[in-house]
């Protein structure tokens, strides 16, 4: 019967099925749990499409990318070329590039500029105008290259399906199925919460016109600023590695909840103090113009 115990340090001689199984729930709970190598990216893309269909969308395109570099991973994992990650840091050049596409993205929804970069080209859209405000639409496209990168971001449960379940497979032809089904449980709990995220506008009495400006501000502003937090805080980490050990225990075992650390602080500062903050913001915005 598989716990919490198991989950978390999985035994040798597992079965496929076994191996299946555990990298699937181990996906949910890195899904459910506070991440920030995933809530940032779904809550900007998912409160910037502003309902229930734009928000699972956005967490799909996100977990597909993100799935296909995980399987990636396990494969790496079972060859023995994921032995990089623990002799690296990578989580201050991880955070970095995440933060400057997370900076594109943004810029492109506020300012309709974006830096020329080969990426440029995904982010072209036919849908450009905004009913007010001149603000872009969202890029929907882009967080599948946000799902690629931020899946190249290593943790515990990184670390349970590439070094511990996915060396026991039989062969490099089921090396990536840890990671593809560690994938596709993220992707189930983040269409969820993206569908959530997509919803929050409409909890308030607002105007079609209304929410559609909020929205894209918000996630326009939530890229920004938020990509440059990561920059900041990916520099520092790569000039001060120190910081990355950062961490006060909360007592609970489970990943992504067993710490304050940076990632969870990278979380709440994106997603709660920055996101509220803009749709707060947003809402003052949207109803002068609209007075105008």
Known sequence: MLNIETLLNPPNGLSITEIIIISL??????????????WPITFSYAVGKYSTRGGMKAGFLFSLGFTIQRAF??????????????????????????????????????KGKYLHVPIDALMRSRQHSSEIGGVKDVPLKMTVVHGLIAGFGFGAYASIITFVLAPQLPSVIYAPLPGLFFGLGTMLMQIIFGSIFGNILRLKKLTEEQISYIAKKTAGRVLYYGGIVFVIVGLLII?????????????????????????FLLVVSVVGLIGISSIIYGFKEAVKLIKK
């Open 25 to 38: 729930i181990l996906g949910m709970l890195h899904g459910i749990t506070p991440d920030e190598h995933t």
């Open 73 to 110: 991973l396990t494969t790496l994992g079972f060859i023995g070329l994921a032995a990089i990650y623990n002799k690296y840091n990578l989580d201050g050049p991880v955070y970095a590039i995440v933060g400057i596409v997370m900076a594109i993205a943004g810029s492109y929804i506020l």
């Open 239 to 263: 000039a001060f590695p120190i910081i990355d050990n950062f961490a006060i225990p909360t007592g609970n075992p489970i990943p992504n909840l067993d710490a304050i650390d940076i990632g």
